[in-house]
């Protein structure tokens, strides 16, 4: 059984950063690619940003492409997600999941596994 659990959120001002957390647990980490993806109030939870397990290869959306940057600690089960230049545009529930990401394309699990989440909020 695959445990997440996302932290680190906040609410900010238009310009400021914050670094959100996940810990992993249950299986072998350091063997999953890891994601995040967002929730913004009345929509679709959407693609944010992957990381390869072995290569460190990532991929971003266009929206965070630049701003944004995905790390990894497998040492300490941990995926990062830097966020800088933040705008009210990114206000949501951030939440990391496990998954595959190939020729720049990630695809959750399945079964799918989310954490509870943690809220950003920028104001303008």
């Known amino acids: 059984q695959v445990r997440l659990e996302e932290s680190g959120g906040g609410s900010v001002q238009a310009g400021a950063s914050l670094r959100l957390s996940c810990t992993f647990s249950?299986?072998?980490?350091?063997?999953?690619?890891l994601g995040w993806f967002r929730r913004a109030p009345g929509k679709e939870r959407e693609f944010v940003a992957a990381?390869?397990?072995?290569?460190?290869?990532?991929t971003y959306s266009d929206s965070v492409k630049a701003r944004f940057a995905i790390s990894r600690d497998n040492a300490k089960n941990m995926v990062y997600l830097q966020m800088n230049s933040l705008k009210p545009d990114d206000t949501g529930v951030y939440y990391c999941?496990?998954?595959?990401?190939?020729?720049?394309?990630?695809?959750?699990?399945?079964?799918?596994?989310w954490g509870q989440g943690t809220q950003v909020t920028v104001s303008s």
């Open positions: 249950g299986r072998a980490f350091s063997r999953y690619d």
């Open positions: 999941t496990v998954g595959s990401l190939s020729a720049g394309r990630f695809i959750p699990s399945s079964p799918r596994y």
């Open positions: 990381i390869h397990w072995s290569t460190g290869g990532t």
